[in-house]
């Protein structure tokens, strides 16, 4: 796997190498999940090296895992060690299938916390940094890891949930908070509301406002905003997943791209068609294997994140790190991102389908605003209660993606029907404001 023309990568892939082939001769021994996969691909003894690894071993996506989980209920055949060994429970944002449920020892925990800290340290948090985390914490594995991280650097630290807006200006200004920790779309927001209310943003004392969750901190136009509205911080964009953990950080030298980090990770990208490595400079599926979080791993996991890799990042962007130009460019299949909730066309069409009083449905993307909103036109069957509809489908995705989705019932005949392929998630539809 080393790439002869860059030496430094030979000291990471030794450490990775260290590290896989520690994980591989553990979860052969005690994993279900993975004993059984990598029986069936012939590699019940193992690899013996990166090359191998890359050539032989199998991908795991999602879709297998919640297959998994519910042919093994509550919590999948991932274990690599008796339920009694967990602590820690997380889970992603769920589709009609139901969440992915995820399960950490004090061990993994801790490895996923360690991870959490290259990212405040990229951003330049040191102990006497107070630190304020804008959201209402929920089963999100983000802002559980985020908090303790901060914790272990002997940061003061504010959780802000149940809060109105107002109220966590407030009390960041009262607290001399230092550094922000929320969505990008939630710093816009902080932003509009201080405006409106005549708040000071410039009698904050913020230097750093770490942003994650949705692209808008490694997309320009987005980040220019954000710095411009919150006079004097620097924002820094990060990525991660609850299946895997913090994955990347950014550094205030090169806002434009993500580090892996690469002694808990080995990654790679491939074409998402072929499976095979994407050469430098091109773009393809960001694919991940956890080193460290032995409780719960995952190898070769297909993340679905679209990328561009550059693995000259010491000659280029002084660290050795593997970089994400431009960060997480979009998703493979066509995802979108609401307020920090990732929604894949597919698990919305899988709700509205199995309402049987549905004749027609759109998904209108409006990402002319600073990031994407949507909502979904219906039209509903003859005899159908529209209110009754509309009121049940609605709820019916906020308890799927915690999020309130507007649902528009349309006359009948409105929305087009498509003889070929259809058309039903329609970008800045026209009279979109």
């Not at 969440?99 to 990229?122: E, G, I, K, M, Y």
């Not at 890891?145 to 940061?155: D, V």
Request: hydrophobic residues 40%.
């Amino acid at each position: 796997m080393n790439h002869p023309f860059w030496p430094h990568r030979t000291a990471i892939e030794a450490d990775q190498w260290d590290k896989l082939e520690r994980l591989q001769r553990l979860l052969l021994s005690r994993n279900p999940f993975y004993i059984h996969k990598w029986r069936e691909a012939g590699l019940a003894e193992g690899v013996r090296g990166l090359d191998e690894f890359v050539r032989a071993a199998p991908f795991t996506t999602k879709p297998e895992l919640l297959e998994d989980q519910e042919q093994h209920p509550p919590y999948g055949s991932r274990l690599t060690f008796p339920l009694e060994e967990y602590t820690r429970f997380h889970q992603t944002s769920g589709t009609t299938r139901g969440p992915l449920r995820c399960l950490d020892t004090p061990a993994s925990w801790n490895w996923v916390v360690q991870n959490w800290l290259h990212v405040f340290s990229a951003a330049g948090v040191t102990r006497r940094s107070s630190v304020f985390f804008a959201f209402s914490f929920g089963p999100f594995l983000g802002f559980w890891s985020a908090i303790e991280a901060a914790e272990q650097m002997g940061c003061l630290c504010i959780p802000g949930g149940g809060m109105s807006s107002m109220a966590r200006l407030h009390a960041m200004r009262e607290n001399g908070i230092t550094v922000l920790c929320c969505t990008p779309t939630y710093a816009l927001r902080l932003a509009e509301v201080a405006r409106t209310e005549g708040f000071p943003l410039d009698h904050l004392a913020i230097e750093a406002i770490i942003v994650a969750g949705e692209p808008g901190g490694s997309i320009p136009s987005t980040r220019r905003r954000l710095e411009e509205a919150w006079v004097g911080a620097h924002l820094f964009d990060h990525h991660g997943m609850t299946e895997v953990g913090p994955v990347s950080f950014q550094t205030v030298d090169h806002p434009d791209v993500l580090h892996v980090i690469e002694y808990s990770y080995f990654a790679e990208v491939i074409h998402p068609e072929t499976g095979l490595p994407v050469a430098e400079g091109e773009c393809g599926e960001l694919v991940l294997t956890t080193l460290g979080r032995d409780a719960l791993p995952l190898l070769r996991y297909r993340t679905g994140d679209w990328v561009q890799p550059s693995w000259q990042g010491a000659a280029v962007y002084g660290r050795d790190e593997l970089a994400l130009v431009g960060g997480i460019l979009g998703r493979v299949d066509d995802m979108v991102m609401i307020r920090g909730v990732n929604l894949y066309p597919t698990a919305i069409e899988e709700i509205v389908r199995s309402f049987a009083g549905v004749e027609e449905f759109r998904v209108n993307v409006h990402e002319n605003q600073a990031l994407a909103e949507i909502e979904i036109e219906v039209e509903s069957a003859a005899g159908q209660d529209a209110e009754h509809l509309s009121r049940d489908l609605a709820s019916a995705l906020r308890s799927a993606f915690h999020l309130r989705i507007p649902v528009k019932i349309v006359p009948p005949g409105v929305l087009p029907r498509d003889e070929m392929k259809a058309r039903r998630w329609v970008k800045n539809p026209k009279g979109a404001s």
